[in-house]
């Protein structure tokens, strides 16, 4: 899982998995999802999303070693900087 912010047009794009852009569909106001063309959600845009705090990530309910987990979020990027 990958998280993007981009400063300029305030969006926070979440990539759950890799694959294939096909075809886009906004599900509520300013919420888009991001199709495979298998139909399997690849990703998610947040769209003025710069009201959250992203100085703080949260990952709950995962089964992902702790150790992993830290690892994966040290190489996460916020505005371009990473995130410890």
């Not at 694959?19 to 886009?24: A, D, K, Q």
């Not at 919420?31 to 100085?55: P, R, Y």
């Amino acid at each position: 899982m990958r998280l993007q912010y981009y400063p300029e047009t305030k969006s926070l794009y979440i990539k759950l998995a890799e694959g294939t852009y096909c075809e886009s569909e906004e599900i509520v106001d300013g919420i888009v999802v991001d199709f495979t063309k298998e139909g399997k959600v690849l990703a998610l845009d947040i769209h003025d999303a710069s009201g959250f705090d992203m100085s703080v990530l949260e990952v709950e309910g995962f089964d992902v070693p702790i150790s992993a987990a830290n690892e994966r979020a040290s190489e996460s990027v916020v505005n371009g900087q990473p995130v410890a």
